[in-house]
């Protein structure tokens, strides 16, 4: 005779609690893992909107230096000048060897960060003798 033997209500108690705390620690990684992606796309918004405030800084720069050649030519430009909308930031036109051309430099460096850069060239031509507006 085969004798059946069924385990005890004791031997199953605790089951539920440590599934329970299993699927807490599963939750609790995936909203971790969710915090830690948020707080990356924050810093990379930022990091762009820095850059796309660089790239703007700049373009609005060779546009003054197209607006007036004179003084661009004269070196009126070649200065280091503040940037208030970016961390740190700075603009800079350099006249390179070339005979016309500069190149623009924006840096920025955000507290804690590596210092970043966004550098532009431009061609200023002087107008021919006698044509006041090219």
């Known amino acids: ?7 005890s ?44 405030e660089a790239s703007y800084r700049a373009q609005q720069k060779i546009g003054e230096m197209w607006a007036n050649p004179g003084a661009t030519l004269a070196g009126f430009y070649n200065v280091v000048t503040p940037i208030a909308e970016l961390p740190n930031g700075t603009i800079t036109v350099v006249a390179p060897a070339v005979p016309n051309q500069f190149v623009i430099t924006v840096g920025w ?26």
């Open 1 to 7: 005779m085969k004798r059946i033997s069924f385990s």
């Open 9 to 52: 209500p004791s031997a199953q108690q605790g089951v539920v609690l440590i599934e329970a705390m299993v699927a807490i620690l599963l939750f609790a990684v995936g909203v971790l893992a969710i915090a830690g992606l948020q707080a990356a796309m924050v810093k990379n918004s930022s990091d762009s909107k820095f850059r796309a």
């Open 109 to 134: 460096q955000q507290p804690g960060q590596d210092p970043h850069q966004f550098t532009t060239f431009a061609t200023i031509t002087p107008c021919p003798p006698g044509i006041f507006v090219c």
